[in-house]
T-cell receptor
């Protein structure tokens, strides 16, 4: 149980275009999902907390207009990287928290974004 | 400022030995600490959670200790196997928030 999927697993896009990444909780409902970014040999950096039916809460320094988050249902959150630039190339990982559970998070397999 | 420190150098051990990984933190008073495993190109997988009032927790071949005086957690894998080779991340809560902050992780390599 507690499986989280992400799609796509890899994406290459041209500079200036937008890319959408989906995060789904497959066998549970998640009122809260999280989006992280990870650079090689670095720790996961939280970008934003996505709450179902409300606006996402962004971490300091993360541009909300650039990284659009939508959490339209209890099983789906999307991250759209708008007007992507090469410096946005990274590994993006989502996680979901079980409703009612305080601490445990379940992570998706990640999406490797390369902007050319 | 708050810091989570994990050894950036890879830990190389022989199969069958006990691997011990360290997580030190400063300027934190975490209510809990978590350990995750991450394989290359994959998302982290939750392993264990230990609360501030617990000194030790075990799960199969895994053991975690939590010393809030030393501000340190040790993560042990007994009878290590090559399949245990991965990066292990520790994560601390943000002062009561359920959102964890992650360390950089330590790479473990178990040689057959």
């Amino acid at each position: 149980g507690a499986v989280v999927s992400q799609h796509p697993s890899r994406v290459i896009c041209k500079s200036g275009t937008s890319v959408k990444i989906e995060c789904r909780s497959l066998d549970f409902q998640a009122t809260t999902m999280f989006w992280y970014r990870q650079f090689p040999k670095k720790s996961l950096m939280l970008m934003a907390t996505s709450n179902e039916g409300s606006k996402a809460t962004y971490e300091q320094g993360v541009e909300k207009d650039k990284f659009l988050i939508n959490h339209a249902s209890l099983t789906l959150s999307t991250l759209t990287v708008t007007s992507a630039h090469p410096e946005d190339s990274s590994f993006y990982i989502c996680s979901a928290k079980l409703t009612g559970s305080s601490y445990e998070q379940y992570f998706g397999p990640g999406t490797r974004l390369t902007v050319t | 400022s708050q810091k989570i420190e994990q050894n950036s150098e890879a830990l190389n051990i022989q199969e069958g030995k006990t691997a011990t990984l360290t997580c030190n933190y400063t300027n934190y008073s975490p209510a809990y600490l978590q350990w995750y495993r991450q394989d290359p190109g994959r998302g982290p997988v939750f392993l264990l959670l230990i609360r501030e009032n617990e000194k030790e927790k075990r799960k199969e071949r895994l053991k975690v200790t939590f010393d809030t005086t030393l501000k340190q957690s040790l993560f042990h894998i007994t009878a290590s196997q090559p399949a245990d080779s991965a990066t292990y991340l520790c994560a601390l809560d943000r002062g009561g928030s359920y959102i964890p902050t992650f360390g950089r992780g330590t790479s473990l390599i178990v040689h057959p």
